[in-house]
Every structure is written in structure tokens, then in C-alpha cells.
């Protein structure tokens, strides 16, 4: 084979093959999260640059749901039972906190079939450390959903301060003082690569705009 022709067998085939997935994945990632004063599940469905997260009492009821334009940047909290929505204001991007500090470990464990390894997030002013069981997923939403939602003052902290690394997906977080007392865990219990309705991620016709 000519020399240009493998030139363009890898510069064609081989990017496509490492970069398919990349801001493709499409269905609901299912977390269950725990606190001391109660159990939510929370959904968080993912149709191209749009994310809706969803959080669910334990009647069954959504409570609370919040639409993401990862490449606007805009960010909408929708109320279901006054049929309302809101712009939730963004805080200018900053630099990581100098009081934070990350650690990568050697430990590992096994979440949902996947081995999954450790990773700390330690903030002192906080008294909070963060630790996260992460397992290798390439979903390419992650990054700017984690800088939106670190922006916000939305408590969802599973995903707000998890590290801006591409390549990995926690799915077991567990949130503790700098006392090791359990303030919440959250916990992914599903993937579900789906093709997913566009209304989904629109505001509903016929809600209001909540100003001031």
C-alpha cells in the first residue's frame, strides 16, 4: 500500500474510531441520593447539547427540575407544580479554590460490574471532603456540565465539584465532614443510552417566566 493512501487510512478512519463517542451519548444516567433528612432519585437525560435533571421525592413526584444549554451556557430551573421557569443566574468561571485539594488513590472496588477507583476532593473552609468512586466512561457532555452546574448555587454537589477531567464518571460519591460524619451519598444505579423525545427538553407551553 502507497505510502499517502495509509497516511489517509489513519488520519480519516483512525479519529472517527477514538472521538465516535464523544458528545454522542444520548439516554438518562439514574443516581439515587441519600441525606439524613431524606431519599431522592435524580435523573439526568442527555439529548445533544441539552441536559434536564430531574429530582424525584419518594412518592414518586418530581419536585424539582433544571434544563442546561451546555453551549449557551443558560441555565433554567422549572417549577412543575406552579408551572413556572426561571433563569438561574451563572457565576463568572474561577480559578479552582486554593483551599481544595485532590487526590487521586490507589484503591479500587467494584460499582454495578465496573471496577471503579477512588478519588478525594478535600476543602477545609468547606469542612467537607468529597470521595468519589469513578469508573472510565467517555462521555463528552461531562466537562461543561461540571463547569455549569460548579457556576450555580444548585445543591448537586455528585457533580458540582467533581473534578474537570475528561474520560471518567463517578458513580458513587460520599460526601463527609473533615470529622468523617456522612452528610449524603448519591450513587448511580443506571446508564440508559435511549432516543429521547425533544419536549423533554424544552419549557413547557404555557409556563411563566418567575422575573426578579
Wanted: hydrophobic share 40%.
Amino acid at each position: 500500500m502507497k505510502l499517502w493512501l495509509k497516511i489517509l487510512i489513519i488520519t480519516v478512519i483512525l479519529p472517527c474510531r477514538v472521538f465516535s463517542n464523544i458528545d454522542k451519548f444520548e439516554g438518562k444516567i439514574k443516581i439515587v441520593k441519600e441525606s439524613i433528612y431524606d431519599t431522592l432519585r435524580v435523573e439526568v437525560s442527555v439529548k445533544g447539547n441539552i441536559v434536564r435533571i430531574d429530582e424525584i421525592n419518594s412518592q414518586n413526584k418530581t419536585q424539582q427540575s433544571y434544563l442546561i444549554d451546555l453551549a449557551k451556557e443558560k441555565m433554567y430551573a422549572l417549577s412543575i407544580k406552579d408551572k413556572r421557569y426561571a433563569e438561574i443566574p451563572l457565576r463568572p468561571a474561577s480559578k479552582v479554590d486554593q483551599n481544595t485539594e485532590f487526590i487521586k488513590t490507589a484503591n479500587c472496588m467494584e460499582i454495578n460490574g465496573e471496577l471503579c477507583y477512588q478519588w478525594r476532593v478535600r476543602n477545609k473552609s468547606k469542612n467537607s471532603e468529597l470521595t468519589y468512586w469513578v469508573a472510565p466512561h467517555d462521555y463528552g457532555f461531562m466537562k461543561s456540565l461540571v463547569n455549569i452546574l460548579r457556576r450555580s448555587d444548585i445543591p448537586f454537589e455528585i457533580l458540582s465539584q467533581f473534578p474537570e477531567i475528561n474520560g471518567y464518571m463517578p458513580l458513587l460519591s460520599v460526601e463527609r465532614t473533615l470529622l468523617r460524619k456522612v452528610k449524603m451519598s448519591a450513587r448511580v444505579i443506571d446508564i440508559v443510552p435511549a432516543k429521547l423525545p425533544e419536549n423533554l427538553f424544552t419549557i413547557p407551553p404555557g409556563y411563566r417566566e418567575l422575573l426578579g
